[in-house]
């Protein structure tokens, strides 16, 4: 249940009462402290890879957020969703439209929240150096994960294509020679267990190995109310290791393998319907009120499909690379890395008690990755990074879809989508000092990429219900209704995308910036297609245009950090996923992407932290965005005229986020006592193309605590996660003039856990 206004006010109230309580004890406790070293108490400096190469945070002229390992470890998080709020403008959700999570991730209001693989992410997922090709599982758990940096703003230049909005960086630790290590048990809401650890230690003087290891059960927070049973259950277990050899000064050799696995209940959706669609005025499942779905609460299922933990999620990656110090500040870097997913999920899309609308979606995904580059590093006027880059990517699904609600016998559909991508790409961005105050960076990535399409259909007719399994009857092929393609189609593209700031340091602690950078979005054909020209029609690539200023402060002998940029960015032949009907095809229905038009969004990013004394910190930030469609005129209603869209709003694009957080440590007894609090808003924000005001959310005020008490190498900790119950939707879709659907965010969980270092 979302906050009320009072509890709001409340909730602050106490949280700037709290603060100063607390600010005010810190100070008194600093004026007792007279003898302590100023410099002990400056903020941590935050060392970057956002450029493929190691540099200060303060450094990069760029919006960047990063969380290094001290950080990370006071926090509680499960996977790349609550990292979202070390950045401002930055919405990170689980769409539950499959299993392993499938990530929705916009950053300034750009993004994707599709489940199908031929659609390409936005914001880039990065781990280890090795980008992540598909939205399914791109939710990383929170395994190991030693830095974690968001990149805001298309980074066309150094990551490429499908780095439209950004980039999710993240970086895990490296092997040791000494014996080192974590492990971490936690108890929380919803029965859920969960067990990580990770060990290092030397096998050989020059050889160190890494092992680490992840299980998580859970009963999940919906209730289905059809079985009477829990209904999103799930359990996840990982294993990985990494070997790092270093046979002389100038080389260094990392192998890296991780094995993982998800069984879980189909994610429950919500049913919402309007009296004006199908599934109100003919069978009768209509909404309680507009928001909400038809059993009344979010949080409860009358879905029909299996709760056995059927659905599976299998994730193989392997990272290879090697590093040669040429010498002179020279460095060779390579990196190989190959991934494969492999998936099966047997759906309840339509979420009432009867089979109107299920999907049976078996998929294989495999991708390979060659880059090789140049690093000049040091302290001379030019520092650079020169590479080339090599990808290729294959997918396959076996989709059927049973559809009950065009009336007996129940008819269903099946379909094979192959599709395939190969791109390679030369790529330069370098720095050049005229003097200690004034530098340049200019950089460009030339791509090459192209993708085949291969579609094959058929229609088939199964009488009675599935449950009764009776004989299934082929249909011919009919004209105009099934796809059948003998032989693959193929498009390419090719894109420049160039990159040139000037930054200017007043003062060693004081710099400020201009930027012009270039993103753009692969182009691509539709993955789920019912007509023969949506099959074989590729869409074009999307591009980018992105003009910042901005400047990145330290004051008050380093205690004080404070950056901010205000942006202003141009989109063109923005790719807009959406339903549409298809008369005459099987299903009547249709997933098309287009380039529906242009985009102009623009806003102002602040990100603070400050250390008020040797145990005190606060920190915060706070994004405001602007977006609005330009010149789209569009037949978004399927009417096959086309109007002027304007009107519409962006989804996924708040006008306003922020973040409030503290951190306060003060020894007790034998250890000592540590305190979170943090307090994230994200504003109203639309989750439908066509902004159904069913699917739209209000404001959301999430507050995370916790509180642990730490001796020597051992923690205990109690947490609290989304403590003001809020329950917004994470995923929102139309199916027009039939139903929608939605899922509500994670409740308010508390949970109990102790870790271990070594």
Known sequence: MSMSGKAMRALLAASISATGLIAGEAYAQAQQQAAASEANEGLEAIVVTARKRTENLQNVSSSISALGATDLAKRFDSD????????????????????????????????????????????GVVIDDVYLGQSSG??????????????????????????????????????????????????????????????????????????????????????????????????????????????????????????QLTRQDPPQLNALAKSTDLFCAVYKYCSTTPDQPITGDRYVSVSNAPVDKSARFQLDMAIGKLKYEIGNNLDFEYILGYLKTKESINQDFDST??????????????????????????????????GGYQWFSKYT?????????????????????????????????????????????????????????QVNDKTIFIYGTLEEKNPIVTLPPVAGVNIVMPTPIQASWSKFTPKVSLSYNWTPEVMTY???SRGYRGGGFNGRPATIGAATTPYNPETLDNYELGFKTQFFNDRVRLNGAFYMMKYKDMQQDLDV?????????????????????????????????????????????????????????????PVDATFLRIRRAPRWTWDARASYEQDVGPGTVMANAELHMIGEHDLTFLN?????????????????????????????????????????YDVQNIWSYGAPRPPRSWGVAVTQNF
Not at 139 to 149: C, F, G, S
Not at 357 to 383: C, F, I, K, S
Not at 421 to 428: D, H, I, V
Not at 716 to 730: C, H, P
């Open 138 to 259: 791109s939710l990383l758990k929170a395994i190991d994960v030693d830095r974690v940096e968001v990149l805001r703003g298309p980074q066309g230049t150094l990551f490429g294509r499908n780095a439209t909005g950004g980039v999710i960086n993240l970086a895990r630790s490296k092997p040791t020679q000494e014996l080192t290590g974590k492990v971490r048990g936690t108890y929380s809401s919803f029965d859920t267990f969960d067990f990580q650890g990770v060990v290092s230690f030397g096998l050989a003087p020059n050889v160190a190995l890494k092992v680490s290891g992840a299980y998580n059960s859970t009963d999940g927070y919906v209730f289905n109310k059809t079985f009477n049973v829990p209904g999103q259950k799930s359990d996840f277990r990982a294993i990985g290791g990494q070997l790092l050899l270093t046979p002389t000064p100038a080389l260094e050799i990392s192998l890296s393998y991780d094995h």
């Open 80 to 123: 790349v969703r609550d990292f979202a709020n070390s950045a401002p403008n930055v919405l990170i959700d689980d769409t539950q439209q499959g299993p392993g999570g499938v990530a929705a991730i916009y950053i300034r209001g750009v993004g994707v929240a599709d489940v199908e693989k031929s659609v390409d992410p936005a914001v």
């Open 692 to 732: 159904n005001p069913n699917l739209r959310n209000k404001a959301q005020y999430l507050l995370d605590a916790s509180i642990s008490y730490k001796i020597n190498k051992t923690m205990i900790s109690v947490f609290g996660k989304n403590l003001g119950n809020e329950d917004g939707y994470t995923i929102g």
């Open 514 to 516: 201009a930027l012009w």
């Open 353 to 386: 008690p009867q089979t109107l609308y299920h999907t049976d979606r078996p998929a294989r995904w495999r991708q390979v990755t060659n880059e090789a580059r140049l690093v000049m590093g040091g302290g001379g006027p030019l520092t650079f990074v020169l």
């Open 397 to 453: 699904i076996n989709l059927k879809n049973y559809i009950g609600f065009a009336g007996p016998p129940l008819l269903t559909s099946a379909q094979d989508v192959t599709q395939t991508t190969k791109s390679w790409a030369g790529y330069f961005e370098g720095d050049y000092k005229f003097n200690d105050k004034l530098k340049l960076t200019v950089g460009g990535r030339y791509t090459h990429d192209s993708k085949t399409t």
């Open 581 to 641: 009907p298809a008369p005459g095809t099987s299903t009547g229905r249709e997933n098309r992407t287009i380039n529906a038009s242009k985009a102009d969004l623009k806003g102002i990013e602040l990100d603070l932290t400050a250390r008020i004394t040797s145990n005190f910190t606060i920190g915060g930030n706070v994004g405001y965005l602007d977006s609005k469609y330009k010149d789209f005129f569009g037949d978004i209603y399927s009417t096959g005229t």
